[in-house]
């Protein structure tokens, strides 16, 4: 954890930018010039000059060797181990001086709770840089203090590298932002660093809800005698308790007021501590020409994951690396780039994770105290269930019997009741197109598709998006619920689940293509309008879906009459079919979906316009639907809770999307994002689409189903028992292994209710044994 490096120039004139000499074919440049003096840019510093010795080396910085700001700073032992490897005498002189523990206290609401188990080394950010300064000049490395750094252009034309380690408010990154293309994201919370003079015994979360709103404290030891202290709130709770009119001294003092339990009564220190709001920095590129960006010049990840530091460091080694390895300096900072930017941005998601859960920290405070814990403890998706069974198994024995999960049950394995339906476990098998059936009527390709994933261990099996009529396809190979043979093929499939994988249910997915219809089949190409035979398309408003595709004609009244009957007759046929669940298809831009969003919906009627215009088709085709679905079989809605783009459907208007239907009777809210608009510029990452359902089933009090990039049986287990959502739906894992579930029960040694294997399937329970790989161990071993 840290504050932007300090090294960051001040603003003022600078002359105009010119474009870097071309990098030479030069494999170890020998003249490299360091713009801050943060740990990343002296670290650097001292690896190439130990590389190195001939290299000269200068480093500019415009505060004074003593200056610095925040105080402690934790690297892991991944990064340690680097630092080790590569200067073994940098590694001695921090390991003198760490400051090591073991657990995380997080107290809410006068409890605390701690989990244990998981390891933090921490030193003193003044100390850290007193080593690096004396490391840099034991080896001849120019440093400038209180120096201002001459212009990157100059440097880059008298240098052979310049590295610009200039802090999160780069000016280099600035000087070339045409290049570097840089985007900058403000948040929404305030922030201070401040210190304490006692030691905590753990990494310390305290929550604080005032009468203006919820402050959190992050604390964290660094020497014998301090500790870190990072206050934040919402913007609107620092505004409201009167933060913005109070200086440093008397924030200081304020913010020990609130935590005076945590502080022991102890007052907290500032040094030139300001609020601030944190900003996620990232750039297109790293390089440009002789220049390369390090640190939070190139990238920043919140310090609630401990990050800055650490990111900094390994880009240093790195870049040191990539120097020595590769024959000129652009291959070198190519690879460099190419190395750094995966493990970046995949910190940076989990940073965000992290961020955003610390924004939206109030929908949480409600939690019991130990999922609170829990939840807070997984809010990165970093730490994980089975990870911390394994770190502390008391703790995460404790959060499961307060979930309610019965002795050695995984959490993936309770079950979960809509209404008159209870599924054994919190497992569906996701809708997936298949684009298999034949004039809309689903066949044996069906019956072994859905029917093996039933067998499989599922709680909820889905089908494909179910069209209500031919012109609501969006292929000739989708299935659909408008003709009595249709539902007769799909009473087949049914029975089979019910009779040979008995306790799953069956839900089937209506929906409408919308603009999106009349599209060849997946794999020969997507959203592609058929060569011929295609049919008329209808929409909330005239809009293609993308260039080349068909111009929808608008819905009249009576055409959405006639619509709306077409849904109910589905249903109809759908409940006679023996579905145990129905899912009215909100999203992904087909029709309901394209009524729900601001950039599909341009209509200036009854149905179009503000957010409760835009829900009135879609829910009077709900009411219309429920009308006709039997009463004790639950009913859920997918929708796309963004829309990716710019003007869209926002995860405000989804919280009230939401509430919208679960007020017209919906049982959940299938939680999906995006495929609305083909410009759609999606933030892909690992369960990326959670933190939509966590907001609506926190907001407005509905359950949910969580969807997108859901892997593991661990994620599962972690994001049902952290209460971000209800029931998890996974599509491509099942893809993979239609036993998925059923397998997820037997890696995790589970055999209990809710993973009961077929009976003509029970002497594959068990993994097959394979043939032995290890050789025979020594059975006597002399010393002389």
């Not at 179910?466 to 009595?484: D, K, N, Q």
């Amino acid at each position: 954890m840290t504050k932007p490096t300090p090294g960051t120039p001040t603003s003022g004139a600078r002359p105009a930018a010119t474009i870097p000499r071309p990098p030479d074919r030069t494999p170890h440049p020998p003249r490299v010039a360091i713009i801050g003096g943060g740990p990343g840019g002296l670290y650097a510093a001292a690896l190439l000059k130990r590389l190195d010795p001939t290299r000269e080396i200068t480093l500019w910085e415009r505060n004074a060797p003593d200056d610095t700001f925040g105080f402690g700073v934790v690297l892991s032992d991944e990064t340690l181990g680097g630092i080790e490897h590569a200067d073994p005498v940098v590694h001695a002189a921090l390991q003198r001086d760490f400051v090591r523990w073991n657990d995380i206290d997080i107290v809410h609401r006068g409890t605390r709770h701690t989990a244990g188990g998981h390891g933090f080394a921490a030193l003193g950010r003044h100390r850290l840089l007193q080593v690096l300064h004396d490391r840099c000049r034991e080896l001849g490395v120019d440093l400038r203090f209180r120096t201002e750094a001459p212009h990157p252009s100059r440097l880059a034309e008298t240098y052979d590298l310049v590295i610009a380690a200039d802090g999160v408010h780069s000016t280099t990154r600035e000087a070339y932002a045409d290049v570097f293309r840089p985007h900058v994201t403000p948040h929404r919370c305030r922030y201070i660093w401040l210190a304490a003079d006692l030691a905590l015994d753990a990494f310390r979360f305290e929550i604080a809800e005032t009468e203006h709103g919820v402050m959190q404290l992050h604390g964290y030891p660094y020497a014998a005698d301090a500790s870190t202290v990072i206050v934040e709130m919402r913007e609107e709770v620092w505004k409201a308790a009167g933060f913005h009119e109070l200086d440093e001294h008397e924030s200081t003092a304020r913010c020990a007021k609130i935590f005076t339990e945590a502080l022991g009564g102890r007052s907290l220190k500032s040094n030139n501590s300001a609020w601030t709001t944190f900003r996620t920095v990232t750039n297109e590129h790293w390089s440009h020409g002789n220049v390369v960006l390090l640190g939070d010049a190139a990238h920043t990840a919140h310090f609630s994951i401990g990050s800055g530091t650490k990111l900094a460091v390994e880009d240093a080694l790195a870049l040191a690396a990539c120097l020595r390895e590769q024959p000129d300096l652009r291959t070198a900072l190519t690879a460099y780039e190419e190395e750094r930017r995966p493990v970046v941005a995949s910190t940076q998601r989990a940073a965000r994770a992290s961020l955003e859960w610390f924004e939206n920290l109030g929908l949480y405070v409600g939690q019991r105290p130990r999922r609170f814990a829990f939840n807070l403890l997984t809010r990165s998706r970093r730490v994980t269930h089975d990870n911390l069974r394994l770190r502390d198994p008391h703790f995460t024995e404790a959060v499961e019997r307060e979930f309610g999960c019965p002795p050695g049950t995984p959490p993936m394995f309770t079950p979960f009741r809509l209404r008159g339906l209870t599924l054994p476990n919190r497992v569906v098998v996701s809708p997936m197109d298949m684009y298999s059936a034949t004039d809309g009527v689903p066949g044996d390709f069906h019956l072994v598709h859905l029917g093996a994933r039933a067998l499989g261990g599922a709680g909820l099996v889905m089908t494909e998006m179910v069209c209500v009529s031919p012109e609501g396809r969006i292929t000739p190979g989708c299935a659909g619920l408008y003709t009595g043979r249709q539902a007769d093929a799909w009473r087949r499939i049914t029975d089979f689940v019910h009779t040979r994988a008995p306790g799953t249910a069956i839900g089937v997915q209506l929906g409408h293509s919308g603009r999106k219809g009349s599209t060849r089949v997946m794999w020969e190409g997507m959203d592609e309008p058929l060569p011929d035979g295609n049919w008329p398309l209808v929409a909330a408003s005239p809009l293609p879906y993308k260039p080349g595709s068909q111009i929808p004609r608008q819905l009249s009244r009576a055409q959405l009459t006639d619509l709306r009957e077409q849904f109910a007759t589905a249903a109809w046929r759908a409940a006679r079919a023996g579905f145990d669940l129905l899912e009215l298809h909100c999203a992904h831009g087909y029709l309901l979906s394209g009524f729900l969003s601001p950039l599909t919906n341009r209509r200036t009627d009854a149905y179009g316009g503000s957010l409760t215009k835009r829900l009135r088709f879609p829910l009077e085709v709900f009411d219309a639907v429920r009308g006709v679905w039997p009463a004790e079989r639950p009913m859920t809605v997918r929708i796309s809770a963004t829309d990716w783009a710019d003007g869209g459907t926002s995860a405000e208007d989804a919280v009230e999307i939401a509430r919208a239907f679960a007020a017209h009777g919906a049982d959940a809210i299938d939680v999906s994002t995006g495929q609305v608009v083909a410009h759609e510029t999606p933030e892909f990452g690992r369960s990326y689409q959670t933190p939509f359902a966590d907001r609506i089933r926190h907001e407005a009090g509905v359950p949910v189903i969580a969807v997108g990039a859901i892997s593991s049986w661990d994620d599962v287990n972690s994001l049902i028992l952290a209460g971000r959502t209800d029931l998890c739906a996974l599509a491509r894992p099942h893809l993979h292994d239609p036993n998925w579930t059923l397998h997820a029960a037997a890696e995790q040694g589970y055999t209990g209710p809710g993973a009961d294997w077929p009976t003509p399937y029970l002497a594959g329970s068990r993994p097959p044994r394979t043939g032995r790989t290890d050789a025979p161990k020594p059975r006597l071993t002399l010393t002389r």
